[in-house]
Structures are given as structure tokens and as C-alpha cells.
């Protein structure tokens, strides 16, 4: 069941960096691949160290990020997770559990790369996206 509009996910989607360069057609296509879902309070997204493939839009509610156990952020409305999760096998560096109940989306890694296969112009500019944010985080001075 359809929980957010489709106009609605594509403002939020347009939010994350990682997406920064799409035109809202491409949003918008990828917003017809994501999954509304629902989550109690305690549910946990995603855990510190395991591998994930799922990148999530919280719309209502609170979630908590801990880092070995430690709080380290809140998360609510407008906030997203999990956008490595959708190009590689890495660790999660966090764990994020639901405070509140949740409404939120989800982005699967599957749906992901078939729109990377079937627009290869997405795929450039999440690469374009990547490597600002490489920068930007880096201390390489050769970067």
C-alpha cells in the first residue's frame, strides 16, 4: 500500500547527495522503484558491521544512530540512511533503530542497479556525486 505520493518522494529522494545531479524524471523513476514501509518503535534498520543493500527516507517518526553503542545522532523527518548500501557490500558504520513508530521508504539495492543498467546516464552522475564526496571527505592532499 502506498503510504507517500509519488511527488512527495521524489522531493525527499532529491535531498541526498547521492542523488544530487538527477533530473526529476530520473527521481521520479527512481521513486516508482522504492517500498513504503512501516516500523514499530525498537525496530532496528539497519546494524553497525553488517552488510546492507537498503537505503532508507524516514517521513514520520524518530530513529536513533549509535556508533559502538554510543549515541551519535536523531534522525526524524527528511533524514536518510544507507546510500553506500546501494553500490557496494560494505560494513554499516552505524546502527539506527526506531524510537517512535516510523513511516518511511526504502530504496533495494536490486531496484537500484536495474535503473543504473536501464539509464546509464544515472549511473554517471551518481559516479559524478561519489567522487565529491570523496573529496570533500579526504584528507589525501593529492585528491
Do not use: W
Not at 6 to 19: I, M
Not at 51 to 66: L, Q
Not at 70 to 76: F, L, N, S
Not at 119 to 143: F, G, I, Y
Amino acid at each position: 500500500m502506498a503510504l507517500f505520493s509519488h511527488d512527495t518522494k521524489v522531493e525527499a529522494l532529491g535531498r541526498a547527495s547521492l542523488f544530487e545531479g538527477l533530473s526529476k524524471t530520473e527521481l521520479g523513476e527512481l521513486a516508482k522503484r522504492s517500498e513504503d514501509l512501516d516500523y514499530d518503535t525498537g525496530r532496528v534498520f539497519c546494524t553497525q558491521g553488517e552488510v546492507g543493500s537498503d537505503f532508507f527516507v524516514i517521513m514520520e517518526g524518530e530513529a536513533e544512530v549509535t556508533r559502538d553503542g554510543t549515541k551519535v545522532a536523531d534522525y526524524g523527518p527528511g533524514d536518510f540512511f544507507g546510500e553506500v548500501a546501494l553500490i557496494e557490500d560494505v560494513p554499516r558504520n552505524a546502527t539506527v533503530t526506531a524510537t517512535s513508530p516510523v513511516r518511511c521508504f526504502i530504496v533495494h539495492r536490486g531496484s537500484f542497479t536495474k535503473l543504473l543498467d536501464e539509464q546509464p546516464e544515472v549511473d554517471r552522475k551518481v559516479m559524478r556525486a561519489l567522487a565529491k564526496r570523496l573529496v570533500a571527505a579526504s584528507n589525501d592532499p593529492v585528491l
